[in-house]
């Protein structure tokens, strides 16, 4: 068996073994085994490919495996990874990991929530790994399918009207985005789903790529946040529980990401260059609309969802500046917001637990009341806003560097009122340390509260250690990333 294929064994055992739990011990114990094993799974791959690369191997993808599925439409099952696909597979496993023990007293129907979460992260991985079309939108809806229960029924405040809103805008997404894949499959002469043999093949018309490129772009682009598909994203952050919003906001707005740079733009590289500059006016609109949403909401999910638009609007940025800097801070904008969304939510829905308000207004002081907390609040805060020595620093300089090496007006232009979001990052986030952390506690019912707990203690530091080693060691990364992404920069340069 391929080894890329057990990040999708694991998952598909510990749905077995979470049927047959019978109890609340032995249904953490799966999901602790399991998580573990993928997040183990996931260093030793970094590693081996680290190795490989350093031992002169030149494949585009390595790992490769490919089985028949279904020979008169050329489907398969073909996996493989390049630096981008290593580095979203090692984000994935880490949130999932802490995600598990941020739900480590979730109640009610802790089986039934823990099954539709691990089928989640099994779309997650085998996205991730898919080097085939329709393995990866087959992957790609099953990351998605599990959103509307996770939401609807363990969610809160308007968890129905969010998840059906959620679930009705990125399928009609997923609609463009498969629209776009025939077109693509039939364009390259319809006989290879390959995303590699239909890039080396380079026989799409220009005339259909016309076509197929914005909806290909579009329908990833509606789970990426784009301006103005972005609506069902602070909704459904803001009604999920703790751990699906940290695999939402840290891994599944990802995909879109990841699928606009590895098949849109690689793929239909003509049609990125003509047409590319109406989805970048969207994109900036997104970097800086999203970060002055953030500020004036009250609510402190929103104001991270928001936050989030902004953010994975700076990826979809990046990708569209088509040069290899930018492509390489791009995917380190998604590890970094991966992280620090993550550790965000996951410290909101601490609070929440036990203030029991996300109201801005409502809060204050409760750095005397939960110091630990309150602490790591304010590391992801800084984190969030680019301080130097944090993953946010490193990931957006590399995008603005890379973006203002475009020389012509147009795109200098928009990279420097995309650089304005940083100030405004700046200003919604001091804002809300001072306000709920700091000053006096007025609520004499918050003066009785708890600090964390040994599982949420965890699941943070796990978070922050990554989030700092990221920010303090990039290089390793970062040259891994940029190995990988200039295969597909080269296909862009006219």
Known sequence: MNFLSLFVLIPLLMLGGLYLAKSIKAIRGVMVAGSTALLILSVVLTFLYLGERQAGATAEMLFRADTVWYAPLHIAYSVGVDGISVSMLLLSAVIVFTGTFASWKLQPLTKEYFLWFTLLSMGVFGFFISIDLFTMFMFYEIALIPMYLLIGV???????????????????????????????????????????????????????????????FLGFGVLGALFPFHTWSPDGHASAPTAVSMLHAGVLMKLGGYGCFRIAMYLMPEAANELGWIFLILTGISVVYGAFSACVQTDLKYINAYSSVSHCGLVLFAILMMNQTAATGAVLQMLSHGLMTALFFALIGMIYGRTHTRDVRELNGLMKVMPFLSVCYVIAGLANLGLPGLSGFVAEMTIFVGSFQNFDVFHRTLTIIACSSIVITAVYILRLVGKILYGTCTNKHHLALTDATWDERFAVICLIICVAGLGMAPFWVSHMIGESVLPVVSHLIP
């Open 154 to 216: 363990w969610g809160s405040g308007r968890k129905e009207y969010a998840a059906m809103k959620l679930t009705l805008m990125l399928m009609g997404g997923s609609a463009f985005l498969l629209i776009g894949i025939l077109g693509i499959f039939f364009g390259a002469g319809g006989t290879t789903m390959n995303i590699l043999e239909i890039a080396q093949l380079h026989n799409i018309p220009f005339a259909q790529q016309c076509i197929w490129f914005p909806l290909t």
